[in-house]
């Protein structure tokens, strides 16, 4: 059985860091294009970054040059680095590991960027 768990999420000050972390288990990722989601109150789920198997790696505009994603093969993890966190990217942050036919979702982990 296949099996997403993020951590990292927490309460953080504007212009601070925090780094999230999604962990499976249950089968080999390598092969599979790793990224992260995210759902503000009242909005659609958005695309935050993505990450595929030769390293390739994609980010919504709002983040880029805040944010880096990264993945350990070895591991079955892939990371999100947040740096000058804003009120806007408040969210519930979502991981999730992508195949051609198969397709799976963490829970979901709460970061507030408030002061």
């Known amino acids: 059985q296949v099996q997403l768990v993020e951590s990292g999420g927490g309460l953080v000050q504007p212009g601070g860091s925090l780094r999230l972390s999604c962990a499976a288990s249950?089968?080999?990722?390598?092969?599979?294009?790793m990224g992260w989601y995210r759902q503000a109150p009242g909005k659609q789920r958005e695309l935050v970054a993505t990450?595929?198997?030769?390293?390739?790696?994609n980010y919504a505009d709002s983040v880029k040059g805040r944010f880096t994603i990264s993945r350990d093969n070895a591991k079955n993890t892939v990371h999100l680095q947040m740096n000058s966190l804003r009120p806007e990217d408040t969210a519930v942050y979502y991981c999730?590991?992508?195949?051609?036919?198969?397709?799976?979702w963490g829970q979901g982990t709460q970061v507030t960027v408030s002061s």
């Open positions: 249950g089968s080999s990722f390598s092969r599979y294009t």
């Open positions: 990450i595929t198997s030769g390293g390739t790696t």
């Open positions: 999730n590991f992508r195949a051609v036919v198969f397709e799976y």
